[in-house]
């Protein structure tokens, strides 16, 4: 292994993460530790994902790390530069990358987090080699050095970086505070990409490919309340016929000024407030937390503007919108066993 440090970007990078990581259940959606190994099988694809000791599985708030590393790999790699499996970076650099607070707290948390990545043992028969499933940890290894920390990611998710086999991620995802909401948002990224049609899946298969530890009748109601507020760049909905329900997705076009924040000033006679000579009102686009509500363990992320994915929007958009084909393929349903 080539022990040299690379030092991550200090620069903006776009949000990227492994397309392997975003339609496989390899995270706990849970805030509380789960120790219960994950088992996943459908077709060739079979997982295990299992922890070591007492910190639990990696969850998928955990899994921004990874997400910061692929973003930096990648832009290392666009720039022509020569990364390793080694990244070296300040903490506070991962924090700010993330949109995470800087207290005490979070780095107490960015720390838990590390020795969960490394505490998670993963076998996977996906893109294997001759050899076998492939096995490994999402960290191989973390330590404090004199430039913050150093994080030693497996070959397996360097070469996936290296061979560019990354999506990027619409920034909104790191605001994204529930569990189930950000790894929806993961998996219809990649099965929905960025072509207008979108696609369907199935609320059982969702709940199989989850490893959600709830029962389907916790987690059919949480799909339901996520399709309602919507995800960043996705209209989301749910159609009900044939004995089962699914979620349909497709991509939001961008519409804006959909809704205003308040002007402070009083209606005329005609019920507006204020416009100019041109008839627009003066007032400045609303800002909005992420539509999820579920629990996190990050501080509640910072007011932003221009949130499209409200409920509103989405009947908006839905009503010029043609049913989309499904995308979901697979042979089988997939099976999850906890």
Sequence with gaps: MNDRRFPACRTAAAVRDAADLMVWPWFSLAKTPRRAPIVFEQGAVRIRVEPVGAPGIATIWDADVLVWAVSQLTEAFDAGLTP??????????????????????????????????????????????????????????????????????????????????????????????????????????????????????????????????????????????????????????????????????????????????????????????????????????AGERSPDSESSPWPAPPIRSYNLYNLNNNRVLAADSSTPPPVDKSSGAGRASR
Aim: net charge positive; aromatic share 8%.
């Design 84 to 285: 390793t499996r080694r990244l070296e970076a300040p903490p506070y650099q991962l924090l700010r990358f993330l949109g995470r607070g800087t207290s005490r707290r979070d780095y107490a948390l960015l720390r838990a987090a590390f020795d969960r990545l490394a505490a998670t043992r993963v076998e996977i028969t996906l893109r294997a080699g001759p050899e076998g499933p492939a096995r490994f940890r999402w960290l191989e290894g973390w330590e404090p050095t004199a430039a913050g920390v150093c994080l030693t990611l497996p070959e397996w998710l360097f070469a996936a970086v290296r061979e560019r086999r990354v999506l990027t991620l619409d920034p909104g995802y790191v605001d994204l505070t529930g569990g189930v909401a950000r790894w929806l948002y993961r998996l219809v990224r990649k099965m929905g990409g960025r072509q207008r049609g979108g696609g369907a899946i199935g609320l059982h298969r969702l709940h199989a490919r989850s490893a959600s530890v709830v029962r389907y009748a916790e987690f059919a109601p949480r799909i339901r309340r996520i399709a309602a507020s919507g995800l960043p760049g996705y209209r989301l909905s749910i159609e009900r016929g044939g004995g089962e329900e699914r979620l349909l997705f497709s991509r939001a076009r961008p519409l804006a000024n959909l809704s205003t924040g308040p002007c402070g000033q009083p209606l005329n006679d005609v019920g507006t407030s204020c416009p100019d000579g041109d008839g627009r009102s003066p007032c400045q686009v």
